[in-house]
């Protein structure tokens, strides 16, 4: 089993920034890549960004250029920079065994409110 514990959410004017960390504990046995997604209310999770434990990145063509995901040990963690409202939404860390499959696992998801 894999704990992912998030903070770092919060509230914030358009244009400003804000930091998400991931902390993960537990067996990764399997798990080769980390992950941010976001859900608005009333619909489905979205990828924001993904990493695999070997460093490779992608992204959402939505945030890509302004959020920057990164990860230390078992931490994974999500710069935004550049907020818009449309930001606004309940945000995931994630844990996959690679970069394209279902997560196996979640967080409790931490809220980003961006007003204008």
């Known amino acids: 089993q894999v704990q992912l514990v998030e903070s770092g959410g919060g509230s914030v004017e358009a244009g400003g920034s804000l930091r998400l960390s991931c902390v993960a504990s537990?067996?990764?046995?399997?798990?080769?890549?980390m992950g941010w997604f976001r859900q608005y209310p009333g619909k489905q999770r979205e990828l924001v960004a993904r990493?695999?434990?070997?460093?490779s990145t992608i992204y959402s063509d939505s945030v890509k250029g302004r959020f920057t995901i990164s990860q230390d040990k078992n931490t994974v963690y999500l710069q935004m920079d550049s907020l818009k409202p449309e930001d606004t939404a309940v945000y995931y860390c994630a844990a996959a065994a690679a970069m394209v499959t279902t997560p196996r696992y979640w967080g409790q998801g931490t809220q980003v409110t961006v007003s204008s």
């Open positions: 990493i695999t434990m070997s460093g």
């Open positions: 537990g067996s990764m046995f399997g798990i080769n890549a």
